[in-house]
């Protein structure tokens, strides 16, 4: 009986594991495929495109790419988001790690208020501020620019990169900065000197979050900018979906030039963003 008991437990689990692995097998397929089928279709002619669409290419090109940029000024607009992400990237990872610091090791009878004001910013939606934001930015003279746009980025981005960094600072040891004051450290000193090359981790994981955040955002650069010189290439992929609506070669090849950064991003760091979240366990163990 036992024997039979433990064939047919083997058994169940062998069916539950396949289960699940056929599940994730499905799953991946229609993940991947959209992503491989415009991959291909930029490399299609117009008329390949419009009489089978999921064909491959019979004569590969890559003029949807020449195109793409030459009339939908991509260029312009990838140098754009290029500035916009790693400026405020840069920004958000300074800002997030100064104020972690004093968050996490500088008590004062502030710092809870502080820290939960800007804890705060992870319950707002951009919808709730976009008419006051818009009305500040205006006034200042800063919409339209490429200065306005980095500053709304980093202010947004902020809050969840501060809560991050700080969670991971706490996880520090005291002992140390003790020590460290005890042989006459200053704040600035061991910020630079210790917190820094021990939150590289974290400091890490927040620069590939708001550099995702920061290229794929749409709504605010919609909004916020009106001339080729500020608009970021989201914007600038959103409209082929207007007067170029019918060039589906220049709409895949566009769409690609904006995913394949961010693909390769997450390929080559996706093990970093893990690390970023387990490591201050692992300081606390």
């Known amino acids: 009986m036992s024997e039979y008991n433990l064939r047919t437990e083997k058994e169940q689990n062998i069916f539950s594991k396949t289960l699940i692995y056929l599940v994730f ?3 991946t397929i229609f993940t991947i495929f959209p992503l491989f089928w415009v991959y291909y279709s930029s490399l299609k002619p117009q008329l390949e495109i419009i009489r089978d669409p999921f064909a491959f290419p019979k004569e590969p090109t890559i003029n949807n790419f020449i195109q793409a940029i030459k009339v939908g000024k991509l260029n312009k607009y990838v140098l754009n988001s290029v500035i916009y992400t790693f400026v405020s990237s840069s920004l958000v990872v300074s800002f997030a790690m100064m104020a972690s610091f004093a968050f996490a090791k500088i008590k004062n009878r502030a710092t ?4 939960n004001s800007f804890l705060m910013g992870l319950l707002i939606t951009i919808q709730a501020i976009l008419i006051p934001l818009f009305i500040s930015m205006t006034r200042m003279g800063l919409r339209d620019t490429r200065i306005g746009i980095i500053l709304i980025y980093t202010a947004i981005n902020l809050p969840l990169a501060i809560y991050l960094g700080t969670e991971f600072v706490k996880a520090i ?5 003790e020590s460290a004051q005890i042989d006459g450290a200053s704040h600035f000193t061991i910020f630079f000197k210790l917190i820094v090359p021990m939150s590289t981790p974290v400091m890490v994981t927040i620069f590939i979050f708001t550099v995702l955040a920061c290229w794929n955002e749409f709504m605010l650069a919609l909004v916020f900018t009106s001339s080729d010189t500020a608009r970021s290439l989201p914007v600038g992929i959103f ?3 207007g007067p170029l609506a019918t060039e589906y070669g220049m709409q895949f090849a566009a769409l690609v030039i904006g995913m394949t950064p961010m693909i390769l991003l997450y390929i080559i760091f996706h093990k970093q963003i893990t690390k970023g979240f387990t490591a201050g366990g692992a300081l606390k163990g």
């Open 173 to 177: 040891p005291d002992s140390l900065i």
């Open 239 to 241: 409209a082929f979906s």
């Open 112 to 115: 809870p208020i502080l820290y």
């Open 25 to 27: 097998i499905i799953f």
